[in-house]
């Protein structure tokens, strides 16, 4: 099983702060130990909504708001993606994180990463298919 660890976006990260060296040490080598483990796929800090955009799509019209975003709490800071066998496991390595937000309250989201099966008889097998191949490619990319 996938899951994405969503890391909430505040005032500070929102405002471009970025962590300092304590904080970037104690995250690499929380980063190194996931890692070590072999459940890190992927992690990354973001940058703040005000050097992004929102494409909105309603039917075939496109909208491109340019950030930043007024509402922080539903910002995201930075992710991580993790393969373990259950939520609980998830949910065990991000009770073990540097709290990113040192001397305040932080949040993470975790949630289940949608796999192939998850989409019943409507993911057809011509579309499996294609999304093997694909997977294949992102996978070595050359």
Request: hydrophobic content about 45%.
């Amino acid at each position: 099983m996938r899951f994405m660890v969503l890391v909430k976006a505040d005032a500070d990260s929102e405002s471009g702060a970025l962590p300092d060296e304590r904080l970037l040490n104690e995250m690499g080598m929380f980063n190194a130990e996931m890692e070590k483990a072999g459940i890190l796929l992927a992690g990354e800090g973001l940058l703040p909504s005000a050097k992004g955009a929102r494409v909105t799509v309603t039917d075939d019209k496109r909208v491109v708001t340019d950030g930043p975003f007024a509402e922080t709490k539903e910002l995201i800071a930075g992710f991580w993606i993790l393969q373990v066998e259950s939520l609980e496991e998830a949910v065990g390595w991000v009770r073990r994180a540097p709290n990113p937000r040192p001397g305040s309250k932080a949040e993470f989201e975790v949630r289940q990463v949608a796999e192939v099966d998850d989409f019943g008889d409507a993911f057809t097998p011509e579309a499996r298919a294609a999304e093997e191949r694909m997977r294949a490619r992102l996978a070595d990319p050359r």
